[in-house]
């Protein structure tokens, strides 16, 4: 299967911050990339999805402008959180489906931001 | 609305017991998944299950799907400590390109010596 890396895995910053997330597929191109948030002892709930050179399309009750996605080549995804507020701090986990694969998706280590 | 729904939510059971962890899902679907989730780390695939009677075992865990009931199991086998995580099934939308997975709410395990 496909090795995802995010990063980074943990991150704190303040509030009224913006933070940076990084998804990078390292063997396979992914044209579909996938972010989730998950809160303490929830399930994964899909933020939006993210194709390569497209917009991406976010799932209801999602701030776009919030939560930035920016899916520039085959093999990175970045979600930013702009204005962070403490109620943003959350596990935030990315996966990709293989472009030459079939449809499994392939999730990244996750990344733990609190913020304060 | 693809609708998905685990039972137990909370399963606490001796080293040595089996038990048996369901999934019910609303609308047809293409497959079925099962993650385990370790505290504080991300998603580790266990099984996909693509067909109806299609059934995996790997060591004291095994899966099995039945499409006509929209019923998955994961049946838990001699049960050890190590097997303590959050399992979580997931089943993914059926037709076109749409990938997207719809996730239970999870089953929290304990497995006490």
């Known amino acids: 299967g496909a090795v995802v890396s995010q990063h980074p895995s943990r991150v704190i910053c303040k509030s009224g911050t913006s933070v940076k997330i990084e998804c990078r597929s390292l063997d396979f191109q992914a044209t579909t990339m996938f972010w989730y948030r998950q809160f303490p002892k929830q399930s994964l709930m899909l933020m939006a999805t993210?194709?390569?050179?497209?917009?991406?399309?976010?799932e209801q009750g999602v701030e776009k402008d919030k939560f930035l996605i920016n899916h520039a080549s085959l093999t990175l995804s970045t979600l930013t959180v702009t204005s962070a507020h403490p109620e943003d701090s959350s596990f935030y986990i990315c996966?990709?489906?293989?472009?030459?694969?079939?449809?499994?998706?392939?999730f990244g280590p996750g990344t733990r931001l609190t913020v304060t | 609305e693809l609708k998905v729904e685990q039972n137990p939510l909370f399963l606490s059971m001796q080293e040595g017991k089996n038990y048996t962890i369901y999934c019910n899902y609303s609308t047809t679907s293409d497959r079925l998944y099962w993650y385990r989730q370790d505290p504080g780390k991300s998603l580790e695939s266990l099984f996909v299950?693509?067909?109806?009677?299609a059934v995996k075992q790997e060591g004291r865990l095994m899966a099995s799907l039945d499409t006509k009931a929209r019923l998955s199991t994961l049946h838990i086998t001699a049960a050890v400590h190590d097997l303590s995580a959050t399992y979580f099934c997931?089943?993914?939308?059926?037709?076109?390109?749409?990938?997207?997975?719809?996730f239970g709410k999870g089953t929290l395990l304990t497995v006490n010596p």
């Open positions: 993210s194709n390569e050179g497209s917009k991406a399309t976010y």
């Open positions: 299950l693509l067909s109806n009677g």
């Open positions: 996966s990709l489906v293989v472009s030459s694969g079939g449809k499994e998706q392939y």
């Open positions: 997931a089943v993914q939308n059926s037709g076109g390109s749409n990938y997207k997975l719809t």
